[in-house]
Each structure stands twice: as structure tokens, then as C-alpha cells.
């Protein structure tokens, strides 16, 4: 089985400020886990992933991901926040061998001006 | 290359009818999979396909049939719509693996009165 949290439906945040948009996961063996952005009106743009390696993963648009195993935990971080940054933002995981990912419920990421 | 395109963008059905929901990707992708958004939802599995000839079944399979004759194409078909199933519907395809990352189409959006 798999699944993943992501404990705050929205995060706001000063532009020009981190952010950090949270996700934990549960899975059998070793995790798989992605980040996806969707923008209004769009379907999910994929942003980076971790399959194996560093812990720390770049992504598109400066983004870059936390992998800590001992947390289960993939959480996406920007270190200068853009009001172009907010949208949709989904975690999803899968376990070795599963075809298909699951998904968190979303965060909605509000960057202030 | 197109990716992922999903047609109709908007549909509006009555309660009752049927329809299918077209989906086509141009990346030679095995895996092809079917989600709905709901608010506070986030995106739920409807049916998914591995290969030409094979479906299963997601986590919210009632109400929808599938099939994949072809590697490219993968139609969701709506038997006889509810208002329960108005949502935004979107196409993803991937490579096989468990690595691999979704490429979504840009959803359909689905009203039924």
C-alpha cells in the first residue's frame, strides 16, 4: 500500500521569503516520490523527483526537495519565494514494482507581494 | 511533440447520458491512467492501463468503463452520467517504471445537471 499526507491546505508567504510546502508518505520498501504544480486552469506539470542518491533534489524554477527517510518526508522548499510561484502543488509516491503514483490532496501555495 | 491531449475541454451532460472523454498521447507511454479533481479531494484514480489491452480498476472506479486497444489512445467512458460525477477529469501517461514521472493533459471539465 501507498499513500501520501500533505498537512496544509494552504501556505501563504511573503514574496521574496523561503517557502516550504510539506509531504509525508507511506510505503512498503523504497519510496518514489515526486512534486507536480498545477497552475489554474492546467493540468499537473511535473517539478522534480526522487528515485534514489542525494538527498536534496533539484527541480524546476529553483525549486528543490528534502528527502528524510527517517521522517518519511519530501518536503518542497524554494529559498525566494515569486508571486508566480503560487498554484497548486501536489506530493505523490509510489512504491518499487506500482504502476501508478498516488497523490496528496493538494496545497495551495499563496505568495503575497 | 503534443503530450497529452484530452477533448472535449468542457462538457455539460444531463443526467442520463452517456458519453466518452478522449484522451491520446504521441510519447509511446505503456502506462495510461484516468483521475478525477474534486475541492479537498485531490486527485483520485478512476481506471489506469499498463499496456495495450489492459485495464484495472482505481481507487473510484463506479460509474466509468475503459479500454486501451492502442498504445496512444485510452477513452473514459461515462455509462450514464450523475451529478455526483461532475468534476475535472485528467489524462496522465508515463514510462514503464517506477521511477518515471506523469505527463497530464490539460483536464476536461464535466457538468452534470
Known amino acids: 500500500a501507498q499513500s501520501v499526507a500533505q498537512p496544509e491546505d494552504q501556505v501563504n508567504v511573503a514574496e521574496g521569503n523561503p517557502l516550504t510546502v510539506k509531504c509525508t508518505y507511506s510505503?512498503?520498501?523504497?519510496?518514489?516520490l515526486f512534486w507536480y504544480v498545477q497552475y489554474p486552469n492546467r493540468g499537473l506539470q511535473f517539478l522534480l523527483k526522487y528515485i534514489t542518491g542525494d538527498n536534496l533534489v533539484k527541480g524546476s524554477y529553483g525549486f528543490e526537495a528534502e528527502f528524510n527517510k527517517s521522517q518519511t518526508s519530501f518536503h518542497l522548499k524554494k529559498p525566494s519565494a515569486l508571486v508566480s510561484d503560487s498554484a497548486l502543488y501536489f506530493c505523490?509516491?509510489?512504491?518499487?514494482?506500482?504502476?501508478?503514483?498516488?497523490f496528496g490532496r493538494g496545497t495551495s501555495l499563496i505568495v503575497h507581494p | 511533440n503534443a503530450g497529452v491531449t484530452q477533448t472535449p475541454k468542457f462538457q455539460v451532460l444531463k443526467t442520463g447520458q452517456s458519453m466518452t472523454l478522449q484522451c491520446a498521447q504521441d510519447?509511446?507511454?505503456?502506462?495510461m491512467s484516468w483521475y478525477r479533481q474534486d475541492p479537498g479531494m485531490g486527485l483520485r484514480l478512476i481506471h489506469y492501463?499498463?499496456?495495450?489491452?489492459?485495464?484495472d480498476q482505481g481507487e473510484v472506479p463506479n460509474g466509468y468503463n475503459v479500454s486501451r486497444s492502442t498504445t496512444e489512445d485510452f477513452p473514459l467512458r461515462l455509462l450514464s452520467a450523475a451529478p455526483s460525477q461532475t468534476s475535472v477529469y485528467f489524462c496522465a501517461s508515463s514510462r514503464q517504471g517506477s521511477g518515471t514521472e506523469a505527463f497530464f493533459g490539460q483536464g476536461t471539465r464535466l457538468t452534470v445537471v
Open positions: 492501463s499498463v499496456g495495450a489491452g489492459i485495464t
Open positions: 510505503v512498503s520498501g523504497n519510496p518514489y
Open positions: 510519447m509511446n507511454h505503456e502506462y
Open positions: 505523490a509516491v509510489k512504491s518499487g514494482g506500482s504502476y501508478i503514483p498516488t
